[in-house]
Structure formats: C-alpha cells, structure tokens
C-alpha cells in the first residue's frame, strides 16, 4: 500500500477522531453515548438534537469526526512551523491540545446551538478537556508527523508500523 501524505492525514483523522470520541465517553462518566453525540449534534441542531434519536447520534458522530480532522490536518500540515518553534515533538502536542482547548470552548462552542452550561466549568473539567486533547489528538499527530517531516516516509511504511515503532 502506498502511503503518500494524503493518506498518512487520513488515518491520522481517523485515530484522532476514534480516541477523542473515547475520551470524550469516558470523561462524560455516566452520560449515555447517544446523549453525548447527541450534545455534538446540537451545536448545528440545537436542542432538538435530544429528542432526534439515533439520527441525531449519527450526526453527532459525523460533526466529532469533521472537527478531529479538521484539527489534525491543520497540526500535521502546520507540524514543522511547530516544531521549528517549540523543538520538541512533546511540546508542540502539550501546546496544540491547549490551543485546540481553549479554541473550542472560547471561540466556537459560544457560536453554536449547543446549550450553554448552567454551572461554571470547574479546573478539573478543564484540565481533564485539555488533558484529553494532548493526549489523544496532539500527542498521536505531533509523533507521526514529527516522524514523517523528519525521516520520510517510504511507500513500503503505514501509518500503523509508524505508530506501532513509536510506542514499542
């Protein structure tokens, strides 16, 4: 299989988006899957978007896999601007799931339909938001794309042997 850059960031969107959608469920604690992709879709949706069903599940999923992408291809595209400024591949995941945090809930998340939180965001919930970011957006991004502007990669290489090679 060839692995050119265009299917390098397609994977890529596909692992970001699968282990924020998992963090997110976790985090979420007792909140049922569907109502949490359910909160996705109600930024397009509004309130309306918990009463939708499965539907507005299936929406909620699509948007949460729109916005990972959305944010790993600008990284892995922006990755050596990054890495030239912070150095380390460490660094520029810590900084990019900040940036994406703050962002989000600063920028975007005001703009939506999404209903606005009664109750003020406590430091745990965000430090458990940007934790989630780094790790599971930044982090994987920041090592694979840090691996492919640096050594290459060769059409024999995927994307899963460079994950694999990382964390073994």
Not at 80 to 109: H, Q
Not at 134 to 146: K, Q, R, W
């Amino acid at each position: 299989m060839r692995n050119s850059k265009t299917l390098t960031i397609l994977w890529l969107c596909l692992i970001t988006g699968t282990l924020d959608a998992i963090a997110a469920l976790i985090i979420s604690g007792k909140t049922p899957p569907m109502v949490v992709f359910q909160y996705i879709a109600s930024g397009w949706f509004g309130t309306k978007a918990f009463s939708g069903g499965v539907t507005m599940m299936l929406w909620g999923i699509l948007f949460h896999y729109l916005i990972a992408s959305v944010w790993s291809i600008l990284l892995f595209i922006l990755y050596p601007s990054f890495s030239a400024f912070l150095k380390t591949k460490y660094l520029v995941a810590i900084v990019y799931g900040i940036i994406i945090w703050l962002i989000m809930n600063r920028l975007v998340l005001p703009l939506t339909h999404v209903p606005k939180h009664t109750t003020p965001l406590t430091g745990s919930a965000i430090f458990k938001g940007i934790l989630a970011l780094i790790l599971c957006v930044g982090l994987p991004i920041s090592l694979v794309a840090n691996k492919y502007y640096r050594w290459g990669i060769s059409e024999k290489d995927h994307l899963l042997t460079l994950l694999l090679e990382r964390f073994s």
